[in-house]
């Protein structure tokens, strides 16, 4: 089974431009994740996507936006370029959403990655 | 606020001896925890994970050990290998919020 794919996989851009990321999730997956990682501050969560709706958000601005399409294919999209968005950004699939259940086994699989320099 | 905390950036190990990540959480309601490990210019791949309902969960060489009243678990790798050389994330997710929060990770390097 073919995992995670995102592209592109490295982007330049200048500040005030515009940027969308795409996200293939496994095949069968229907919740995509996006986060961002920069040095020094781990993985941070952007949003998720589950059945094309966007069921949760981390704190973002609203220049991060996203959306899912019907194959469970996810794009995310920065509008207005600042510096401090040079980054990795990273998405994850799973086959559902998270569980609640006591003895919880999910987890996400990860993409390669886009790193995005902003200059 | 960084709910997960990992205070080691880096860590350096001898081949064949033993590696411990370790790391901290400050929410309550988080209730399973998971491990990645990430080599560079890949996304992180999961290694382990252990629900709030056991203290200890191991899978060959990894054993993650949790303690819910330090609110600490930590990664043991035993023994080490070069090929564990990478940065480790640990992982935390609350029932009902249907997304995981990172840490910071910690880069471990195993010297041969």
């Known amino acids: 089974k073919a995992g995670v794919t995102q592209t592109p996989r490295y982007l330049i851009k200048t500040r005030g431009q515009q940027v969308t990321l795409s996200c293939s999730p496994i095949?069968?997956?229907?919740?995509v994740s996006w986060y961002q990682q920069t040095p020094g501050q781990g993985l941070q969560f952007l949003f998720e996507?589950?059945?094309?709706?966007?069921?949760n958000k981390g704190n973002f601005p609203g220049r991060f936006s996203g959306r899912q399409f019907s194959n469970s294919r996810s794009e995310m999209n920065v509008s207005t370029l600042e510096l401090g968005d040079s980054a990795l950004y990273l998405c994850?699939?799973?086959?559902?959403?998270?569980?609640?259940?006591?003895?919880?086994?999910?987890?996400?699989?990860f993409g390669p990655g886009t790193r995005l320099t902003v200059l | 606020d960084q709910q997960v905390k990992q205070n080691s950036p880096s860590l350096s190990v001898q081949e064949g001896r033993i590696s411990i990540l370790n790391c901290d959480y400050t929410n309550s309601m988080f209730d399973y925890f998971l491990w990645y490990k990430k080599y560079p210019a890949e996304g992180p791949t999961f290694l382990i994970s252990?629900?709030?309902?056991?203290d200890k969960n191991e899978d060959g060489r990894f054993t993650v050990f949790l303690n819910k009243s330090a609110k600490h678990l930590s990664l043991h790798i035993v023994p080490s290998q070069p090929g564990d050389s990478a940065v480790y994330f640990c992982?935390?997710?609350?029932?009902?919020?249907?997304?995981?929060?990172f840490g910071t990770g910690t880069r471990l390097k195993v010297l041969a």
């Open positions: 095949s069968g997956h229907r919740s």
């Open positions: 994850a699939s799973s086959p559902h959403r998270l569980s609640s259940g006591r003895d919880r086994t999910d987890t996400q699989y």
């Open positions: 992982a935390a997710s609350a029932r009902g919020t249907y997304k995981y929060i």
């Open positions: 996507y589950f059945s094309e709706t966007q069921r």
């Open positions: 252990i629900s709030s309902i056991k």
